[in-house]
Nanobody
């Protein structure tokens, strides 16, 4: 059973930084992707950043490029999202997401599709 547990959300002023963490478990297939989506009430979910277990290629939404960095600690089965220069429009619930398959191409585009597994979410609020 796949489990995703987020931590690290909170309230921060514009221009500030936060780091989200997600401990994941239960991914057993050859290929998997982990990453982050976000959602503002009344708006569509947005794939923020994702990475694969096979290499260091990463995906970033255009709205966060240059400000957010995704990384992982394989020994801890944890994925991180370092968010710098936060803006009020980054305010959202951030969800840790994951997907897995025996076919690489089916998980390569997780950030632009609908991941199979979701964490409970953590609120990020950027406000002065």
């Amino acid at each position: 059973q796949v489990a995703l547990v987020e931590s690290g959300g909170g309230l921060v002023q514009p221009g500030g930084s936060l780091r989200l963490s997600c401990a994941y478990s239960g991914l057993t297939l050859d290929y998997y992707a982990v990453g982050w989506f976000r959602q503002v009430p009344g708006k569509e979910r947005e794939g923020v950043s994702c990475l694969l277990n096979t290499d260091d290629n990463t995906y970033y939404a255009d709205s966060v490029k240059g400000r957010f960095t995704i990384s992982r600690d394989n020994a801890k089965n944890t994925v991180y999202l370092q968010m710098n220069n936060l803006k009020p429009e980054d305010t959202a619930i951030y969800y840790c997401v994951a997907d897995e398959d025996i076919v690489l191409t089916l998980v390569q585009r997780m950030c632009t599709t609908v991941p199979a597994y979701w964490g409970g979410g953590t609120q990020v609020t950027v406000s002065s």
